[in-house]
């Protein structure tokens, strides 16, 4: 019974997970209200809110598994990527608990335990069968490529399980915007809620994807692999110069050309008007309005744009991955993080994996975004390993995953 906590952006999240297939419980305090306001994640005001929360998520975790920390075997937590202030919380009371309790304590990768929120509910699906430990049964002794794609990464990595643990080499990534800031930033130019990629998914079903033609061709992917590129967030986590430039992604264009498609076609004012009807004064509720509400709001030219975003920016991601794929010679694909919640995502992989004889794996939508039971699950290998942490474990912001 693994203890799992997560405090890497702006969720607060404890889970009990059991041998890293039966999830007993799954805490998550969103700070989604906190930062809705500012269209994006204060840094400062996530750790303070974490502080906050921190404490009766991870005790709803142990009443909800019907549990005490003696029940425990070990406690994880998330050690990086992420705000190193928020990060610093989960990393405190996890350190803090383990010593109390006399607990080994696991770290985990951000990036690992999204790929594991696949992994698990693959085991929990099996229920019994799982206990024997049989990784046949679940598909999980096979090599998979997963793409990490969130509001911090979109990462290609190869997957492999040897000896019970994971590997992990990384193959491809984006060179600047990961694709869910592209979703929010739209979404905030657009004067729609925010996290924006649940507000774009909900529009765009109402929009001609093929009335504005984004394209991706323009990505210059040589300007950064010849070391011009500016020092993004990612170039920490991941250095490109060994990465076959094939497989890199780059958002910043697309939503540089929504910027001035909505410039050119003085739809400006109407995104402020939105955005002020959402989030005016006198409103309490964050958001006030709904996403159908929103739609009242929208014409039609501003759902065909919204429409188009979206399926250009999913098909870029399905043309690089599925074309990773094909030259790494693997058939599984784990698509995984908060946009593997996209509607249209889920169906264009399902869709083109069954035409390439593949399979692709997504977890439920309560999985893809941050959550604990996916830290507590990719800890299990580990805590078989004996892989334990030291008392000197402190927050790594742009640690990579191997
Ligand atoms: O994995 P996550 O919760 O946090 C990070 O590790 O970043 O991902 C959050 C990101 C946000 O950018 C959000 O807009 C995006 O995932 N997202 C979506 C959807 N739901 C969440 N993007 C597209 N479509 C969705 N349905
Ligand atoms: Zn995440």
């Known amino acids: ?94 350190k803090a608990l383990a010593f109390a309790s006399g607990l080994p304590l696991i770290a985990v990768n951000h990036l690992e335990g999204h790929i594991h929120a696949v992994l698990l509910e693959e085991r929990q699906a099996l229920g019994a069968g799982w206990a024997a430990g049989d990784e046949k049964l679940s598909g999980g002794d096979e090599a998979a490529l997963a793409l990490v794609v969130s509001g911090g990464h979109t990462h290609l990595y190869m997957a492999r399980p040897t000896a019970g643990t994971w590997q992990y080499s990384l193959v491809g990534r984006t060179v600047d915007d990961a694709a869910g800031e592209a979703f929010d930033k739209v979404a905030k130019l657009l004067g729609l809620g925010y996290p924006g990629g649940p507000w774009i998914d909900a529009l765009a079903r109402f929009g001609n994807p ?52 909505v410039e050119l076609h003085g739809m400006r004012a109407e995104a402020e008007g939105r955005h002020s009807r959402l989030y005016g004064e006198g409103r309490t509720a964050n958001p006030p309005l709904t996403k159908e509400e929103a739609l009242g709001l929208c014409p039609q030219g501003t759902l065909d744009l919204i429409a188009s975003f979206q399926h250009a920016v999913v098909g870029d991601l399905m043309k690089k991955t ?44 309560k999985l893809s975004t941050d959550n604990a039971a996916m830290i507590a699950a990719a800890a299990w290998p580990r805590f078989v390993a004996r892989e334990f942490a030291t008392e000197g474990l402190s927050a790594d912001p742009s640690l990579a995953l191997r």
Do not use: W
Request: aromatic residues 6%; contains cysteine; glycine residues 8%.
């Open 1 to 94: 019974m693994i203890l799992g906590i997560e405090s890497s952006c702006d969720e607060t999240a404890a889970a009990v997970v059991e041998r890293g297939a039966r999830t007993a419980s799954s805490v998550v305090a969103s700070q989604i209200a906190t930062h809705a306001r500012y269209g994006g994640v204060v840094p400062e005001l996530a750790s303070r809110e974490h502080l906050r929360a921190i404490v009766p998520v991870v005790r709803a975790a142990l009443a909800e598994a019907q549990i005490s920390l003696a029940d425990l075997d070990a406690i994880a937590v998330t050690s990086g990527p992420g705000l190193a202030g928020a990060l610093l919380v989960g990393i405190t009371y996890a």
């Open 210 to 261: 093929k009335a504005v033609p984004f394209a991706f061709s323009q990505v210059k992917t040589k300007v950064h692999l010849e070391g011009r590129a500016p020092r993004t967030k990612a170039a920490k986590t991941a250095p490109i110069g060994k990465l076959d430039s094939r497989f890199l992604f780059s958002f910043s264009g697309i939503k540089t050309a929504v910027l001035r498609y």
């Open 322 to 365: 599925f074309r990773a794929a094909e030259a790494l010679g693997v058939r599984r694909i784990l698509v995984t993080g908060g946009v593997a919640a996209n509607g249209e995502l889920r169906e264009r992989f399902a869709a083109e994996a069954g035409r390439r004889g593949m399979r692709v794996a997504f977890p439920t939508l």
